[in-house]
């Protein structure tokens, strides 16, 4: 028999008696590319696009001091957060200390503060109008002249690296805790001493994840608006924001979008770089390394600086807040924020449930239709989470209103003439934007609980005679219900916490607990704010105190 | 036509050929065991047998049904193969008993309860039935995917590798039980291992299995004994390789010495040969005998010692010996060959028959 002749035609043909999943995963996975590259197509384009003059004035006049804005505030923040988180990380990590195991999870605390609460309790504390500068002038009226205003550059970047300091702790304490015993100790028989070991040994070695906990701080920064629009700090979300809500030109906004896609991509694939690394030096070798007993003047400076940290970038902030709810809260109470909440969970539920959906579905189709096809589908479907919410909220616009365009056309073939846009500005499309932007998180989720089930456990079911469904509902769901549930809440507290994507595409009426932030600090509002900055931050803390569990849990 | 009929499959992935026109067949109730080096393409073979891998050509057939014909086939979870998998893939949501239960459906609760409990009772997991998984040892969760497979009362087994994650105690004495629990219920079974020890521990018929091909399918007595050919010979079991002269008489002559009527008298030229012989096969003898030979290195073993040999010409012979009394290294012994010990091969590696 020639082999080679026969070779092919039964992979085709064994579908006559087989059902081969082989294009139903891949029209899905398709799918939800065009969805979500649609719009970073639009914008992209639109960097070619007749703006009438307005894009030469914003090129004129702003565009030398956005980007110059942009990388001061990156830089700066890096190099702080990078001061944190890595101190923090290689003190808990490595070294033994009074009070090291509380602040081991105590410094991820922050992570449930969003940018722009962190910004607009820092300005309301430290404005000249604020609580301290006011005692200052009653009781030290020497010193008051020297407080560094908080509205300032240096300002912005030290409370944006407050919220994002514990990626960099989180990633770079876990690349330290990784190095084994065996690795310390054959250093030490290598004649190293313990400052020659931390920079020869323990800093390399934990580079690619305080690399990786950089990258996150850089992704969050360059997308961040809430934060830098207290401040009045122009970037170029707040730039967009504006070139729209003020110049009304969705070109404009398109084409300052762009230039953040360009800059968001360029992250991106930093970070694959530095995922791949990661992977690389991930060496155990079985126990953990003994942590170096500081004594003395070096255990008590460990604990007040890490102490300090905790307390500016948790403590207080939580205290402020509090006390601001104390003071608002019975003129507050009455003021309609029963519909701010509701919308607020009918929104981030709605949402979650796409996209726990879309997740679940795009993982299932990579399970049954693998390849290089798949893999880059779903690449391109999880690009959200890196793209700021307000070159997303450009672009979803840019692809509904292309939508009526092009259905008010065919409608009016037949002669019907529509009253208003069919998508554009309707509540249905805030879901579908928030599914583009968090997919990659519910994604995560679920195809990593998926992974355990191994291949062999679907053929070993279907040769118990179970079908694709039946394994389904028996085999995998119950597995990866955890995953689930995980990635739903993870998702959830996202979307109640978004903010510029909101404030973009929301239609009229659909106020959030963001959005009433947002509006309640650009108007100098602090007490006012914190009432739904409590209840973000009470949200936000669940997803955090999951992931410390989750640490003991491996510490242990 | 035999109970499991495998018969000239071919299958390419991409540029290579992991199947070269295979064909075997296996009796009702009997073991089958195909045994190779990793990578030869035995659990390709094995899960197209399953029907998770569909084969360019050639046709499978289970109990008169086919399979696989013509390039069509049946999907895996109408066959009825039950299969225990390398890594077992038990599910971790699911107890013992419950994933035991997994496949049986269209059976009454009485007759799975029965079923269940007379799989847990033959395979010693009595007692473990309501823990989980990771709540066993790795011998348990190798017989709950025994049992498993076997709830279902599958038309045939199919076992792939599934001693290989265990420790090599646990192994031997495994796999005989393992044996007994299959032949208990009659089960056909095809299992795909590199272990020839776990291979004559399990097998009625053994398939070596080479780059694609089987190159003889035997009992095992057979596959030692009469190896069809030098890779075969090789393969199974230890042995020495040295050459010879096979005249047009059927003598062959070598530095073993004169050995008579081995082949059928053929007139033509002499003929250069291998001689195949078994350790077991050469005893050290008295002086005397025909060849001798310098004792280069002796290991004990146990139920005797392995003793390497240089003979005059410089070819090795390696010797199981039995006597208690010692050999010295260095000293030369006479060496004493069973002529049935003896295979012969042409230098093209094919057998020449008695
Ligand atoms: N799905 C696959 N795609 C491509 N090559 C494969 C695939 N499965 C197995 N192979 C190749 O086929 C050969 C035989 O593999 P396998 O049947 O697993 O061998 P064995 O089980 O005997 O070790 C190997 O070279 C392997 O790399
Ligand atoms: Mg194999």
């Known amino acids: 028999m020639n082999a080679c002749d026969a070779h092919g035609r039964g992979a085709r043909s064994i579908g006559l008696f087989q059902r081969v999943p082989v294009s139903g995963g891949l029209v899905l996975a398709l799918g939800v590319a065009v969805v979500v590259g649609l719009p970073i197509f639009l914008v992209m384009t639109s960097l070619f696009a007749d703006t009438h003059g307005i894009w030469d004035h914003l090129r004129e006049n702003l565009l030398a001091g956005l980007l110059a804005n942009t990388a001061v505030l990156s830089l700066g923040v890096l190099g702080l957060t990078a001061f944190f988180g890595v101190s923090a990380a290689y003190l808990t990590a490595l070294c033994e200390f009074p009070g090291r195991r509380f602040f081991s999870w105590a410094l991820l605390l922050p992570l449930a503060i969003p940018t722009y609460v962190m910004a607009f309790v820092y300005t309301g504390l430290l404005d000249f109008s604020g609580p301290v500068a006011t005692f200052l002038r009653q009781h030290l009226p020497a010193a008051a002249p020297f407080m560094p205003p908080i509205r300032s550059t240096g300002g912005v970047i030290l409370v944006l690296s407050l919220a994002l300091y514990p990626y960099v702790f989180l990633l770079s304490a876990g690349g330290f805790a990784s190095q084994g015993e065996r690795i310390l100790e054959?250093?030490?028989?290598?004649?190293?001493?313990?400052?020659?070991?931390?920079?020869?040994?323990?800093?390399?070695?934990?580079?690619p994840f305080i690399f990786g906990g950089l990258i996150l701080v850089l992704m969050e920064t360059l997308a961040d608006f809430g934060a830098v629009a207290v401040f009045n700090f122009d970037t170029f979300t707040t730039a967009i924001y504006k070139a729209w809500f003020g110049f009304f030109s969705i070109d404009a906004a398109s084409q300052l979008a762009s230039l953040l896609v360009v800059m968001a991509l360029m992250v991106l694939t930093a970070e694959g770089w530095s995922r791949r690394r990661m992977r690389y030096f991930k060496g155990r070798d079985g126990r953990s390394a003994i942590r170096v007993r500081l004594t003395g003047h070096c255990a008590l400076g460990a604990t007040l600086f890490l102490g300090g940290l905790f307390a500016v970038a948790f403590a207080i902030p939580m205290i402020q807040l509090i006390a601001w709810v104390v003071e608002a809260w019975r003129e507050e109470l009455h003021m309609g924020y029963g519909a701010l909440f509701s919308h607020s969970l009918l929104l981030a539920g709605g949402g979650a449930l796409l996209t726990l959906m879309v997740a679940l579905a795009l993982a299932f189709a990579g399970r049954t239709s693998p390849g290089w096809l798949m893999?880059?589908?779903?690449?391109?479907?999880?690009?959200?989470?890196?793209?700021?919410?307000t070159v997303l909220a450009v672009g979803m616009v840019r692809v509904l209103s292309g939508f009526d365009h092009m259905a008010a056309g065919f409608l009016g073939v037949f002669g019907v003439a529509l009253s208003g846009p069919l998508l554009?500005?309707?509540?249905?499309?805030?879901?579908?934007?928030?599914?583009?932007?968090?997919?990659?998180?519910?994604?995560n989720a679920i195809s990593s609980s998926l992974g355990r089930v191994s291949p062999s456990m679907d053929e070993a079911a279907?040769?118990?005679?179970?079908?694709?469904?039946?394994?389904?509902?028996?085999?995998?769901?119950?597995?990866?219900?955890?995953?689930?549930?995980?990635?739903?809440?993870?998702?959830?507290?996202?979307?109640?916490?978004?903010?510029p994507l909101t404030l973009m595409t929301r239609p009229f009426g659909w106020d959030t607990l963001a959005v009433k932030i947002f509006e309640l600090t650009s108007e100098g509002e602090w007490e006012r704010a914190a009432i739904p900055a409590v209840a973000l931050v009470a949200a936000g803390l669940i997803p955090v105190v999951l992931l410390v569990w989750q640490k003991e849990k491996v510490n242990r | 036509m035999s109970y499991l009929d495998v018969e000239a499959i071919t299958k390419h992935f991409g540029a290579t050929c992991v199947a070269r026109g295979v064909g075997f067949s296996l009796e009702k109730g009997d073991i089958g065991v195909l045994l190779g080096p990793s990578g030869c393409g035995k659990t390709t073979l094995l899960r197209m047998?399953?029907?998770?891998?569909?084969?360019?050509?050639?046709?499978?057939?289970?109990d008169g049904r086919a399979l696989w014909r013509e390039g069509r086939g049946l999907a895996a979870e109408a066959r009825h193969i039950g299969m225990v998998f390398q890594d077992y893939a038990l599910f971790p949501h699911l107890t013992v008993w419950e994933n035991i239960a997994f496949g049986m459906s269209g059976v009454s609760r009485k007759e799975m309860k029965a079923t269940i409990t007379e799989l847990l009772l033959v395979t010693g997991l009595k007692g473990v039935e309501k823990r989980y998984p990771h709540e066993i040892s790795g011998g348990q969760q190798q017989r709950v995917a025994l049992a498993r497979a076997i709830a279902p009362k599958p038309r045939c087994l199919l076992m792939d590798e599934p001693f290989s994650n265990l420790d090599v105690t646990l192994r031997e004495s495994l796999s005989a039980e393992v044996r007994d629990i299959i032949k208990r219920f009659g089960i056909t079974a095809l299992m795909v291992t590199h272990n020839q020890h776990e291979a004559f521990a399990m097998a009625d018929r053994i398939g070596v299995m080479m780059a694609g091909d089987i190159l003889q399918w035997d009992t095992p007595e057979g596959l030692y004994h009469a190896p069809e050919n030098l890779d075969v010979a090789r393969f199974i079991g230890e042995g020495?390789?040295?050459?010879?002269?096979?005249?047009?008489?059927?003598?062959?002559?070598?530095?073993?010495?004169?050995?008579?009527?081995?082949?059928?008298?053929e007139?033509?030229?002499?003929?250069?040969?291998?001689?195949?012989?078994?350790?077991?096969?050469?005893?050290?003898?008295?002086?005397?005998?025909?060849?001798?030979?310098?004792?280069?290195?002796?290991?004990?073993?146990?139920?005797?010692?392995?003793?390497?040999?240089?003979?005059?010409?410089?070819?090795?012979?390696?010797?199981?010996?039995?006597?208690?009394?010692?050999?010295?290294?260095?000293?030369?012994?006479?060496?004493?060959?069973?002529?049935?010990?003896?295979?012969?091969?042409?230098?093209?590696?094919?057998?020449?028959?008695?």
Do not use: N
């Open chain 2, 49 to 62: 047998i399953a029907g998770f891998e569909s084969p360019d050509g050639g046709a499978i057939h289970l």
């Open chain 1, 186 to 207: 054959a250093s030490r028989s290598l004649g190293l001493s313990q400052r020659h070991l931390f920079f020869r040994v323990l800093l390399p070695m934990a580079r």
């Open chain 1, 424 to 443: 554009q500005g309707t509540v249905w499309v805030m879901p579908v934007a928030y599914m583009v932007r968090f997919l990659s998180v519910g994604f």
């Open chain 2, 240 to 265: 020495s390789l040295i050459a010879g002269t096979l005249t047009p008489d059927g003598d062959v002559d070598c530095s073993l010495g004169l050995f008579t009527g081995m082949a059928e008298a």
């Open chain 1, 375 to 389: 893999a880059s589908l779903s690449r391109l479907s999880l690009l959200g989470y890196a793209l700021p919410g």
């Open chain 1, 462 to 499: 279907r040769t118990m005679g179970v079908g694709k469904w039946a394994l389904m509902r028996r085999v995998h769901l119950p597995l990866i219900r955890r995953g689930m549930i995980t990635g739903s809440i993870l998702v959830f507290i996202d979307i109640m916490k978004e903010m």
């Open chain 2, 267 to 354: 007139p033509g030229e002499a003929k250069r040969v291998h001689v195949f012989v078994r350790p077991e096969a050469v005893r050290v003898a008295p002086s005397h005998a025909p060849a001798r030979a310098r004792l280069e290195a002796s290991c004990f073993r146990g139920p005797g010692r392995s003793c390497l040999f240089r003979l005059p010409g410089g070819e090795g012979v390696k010797v199981a010996s039995h006597d208690r009394c010692g050999l010295t290294e260095g000293s030369s012994y006479g060496l004493c060959v069973a002529e049935e010990g003896l295979s012969l091969f042409l230098e093209a590696g094919g057998r020449v028959s008695r």
